[in-house]
């Protein structure tokens, strides 16, 4: 049996922040805002694998309203976020997502994000794939207010160990 899942998350853009995206440090005079590092990629997965899984979001896994995730590295949600999926007999085939953002340029970060998520997923980076796009100014990324992230996630019923 196979399920597919997808996510997407937004966080507007705040100044005295790191710009984290797929645990990746990313030079950029501002961060984005949110409760945890606000890594909007990983966010994203994280719903993927979640809404695939059928055990919610993160919001409900890791609710903005509990100091306990304040400041968290979005690469430990993930890592949570795995581990439920593959206590729920799950195995995580492949990941597609794509960051909207007019600035900064994303292009030459895009093979570190995939291999510190697929490191973070348990997958070679040939199954993690990331894109980047802007809106061509179009809307709240075109006026660089913020960052968008859509991610698609395929997982596999995991075969039971008979050993």
């Known amino acids: ?14 100044s005295g922040r790191k710009l984290i995206l797929g645990g990746v440090h990313i030079p950029h005079e501002q961060g984005l805002a949110g409760h945890s590092d606000a890594d909007v990629l990983a966010h994203a997965i994280c719903d993927a694998l979640l809404g695939a ?3 919610g979001d993160i919001g409900q896994l890791f609710p903005d309203s509990d100091e306990q ?3 968290a590295d979005s ?4 890592t949570q976020v795995v581990a439920e999926v593959r206590h729920a007999g799950w195995s995580i085939v492949n990941v597609d997502a794509t960051v ?11 093979p570190r994000m ?5 490191q973070v997923l348990g997958l070679s980076e040939s199954s993690v794939s990331i894109k980047a796009t802007t809106t061509e100014r179009l809307g709240f990324a075109g006026r660089g207010e913020g960052v968008a992230a859509m991610a698609v996630a395929l997982l596999g ?6 050993g």
């Open 69 to 71: 995730w304040k400041g």
């Open 1 to 14: 049996m196979m399920r597919i899942g997808q996510g997407f998350d937004v966080h507007a853009f705040a």
């Open 114 to 118: 995939r291999g510190r998520l697929g």
């Open 53 to 55: 899984a059928g055990l």
């Open 100 to 110: 909207i953002a007019q600035a900064p340029r994303l292009a030459p970060f895009i």
């Open 157 to 162: 019923r995991r075969v039971p160990d008979h």
């Open 75 to 78: 690469m430990e949600l993930l």
